[in-house]
């Protein structure tokens, strides 16, 4: 696992280390491992989000577009560790107080997801109002398990957003895709 890196190509365009509204803002990353997830070393570029097994990374934040791009690394542990609450304080609540209302998670890293209560998707779905969340490259057991536990209520994935090649896109490109897809589906 020490070895499965942040996607890195779209640093020209953003850092959420440099950005001052950013929750990781001032963080410096250094090449010294010390996160793990269940006994196993995690790239020190991942960012800590108050879980014991879910990590993160901003790729993108696009204030006058309101969007941001967040990847996602590990366990997704709603039963014993409420990964939803960790995910939705320590980030997704700060990105919201800046005017983000369209995320796209990307969740190729997501090895295993266990759901729970629903109550911080339902607050998450409720802030955003006229925007929208969107689950992209999610492995198909993965969004097996959303759907059993109707994360499908608050976040658009699966079908269309399995976008294998979203690395191969400048950030504006991949959220211009995903939208447009997101429209198709409200519509």
Partial sequence: MHDIEPFYNWQKYYKPEDDPKSPFFGREYGLEYFNDVYGYYIDPAWDEIGSETLYCKILMV????????????????????????????????????QGINQFILIGENIFQFHGGEDDYYEEWFEDVEDGWIAAVSFRDFILDEFKRYHIDYYVNFGGTLQIGNWRTLKPTVFYETVKMMIQRRLT
């Fill in 62 to 97: 696009d204030y006058k577009i309101r969007y941001a791009v967040i990847e996602l690394f590990g366990e997704w542990n709603d039963t014993l560790h409420n990964d939803i609450m960790f995910l939705k304080r320590t980030v997704v609540d700060k990105i919201l107080k």
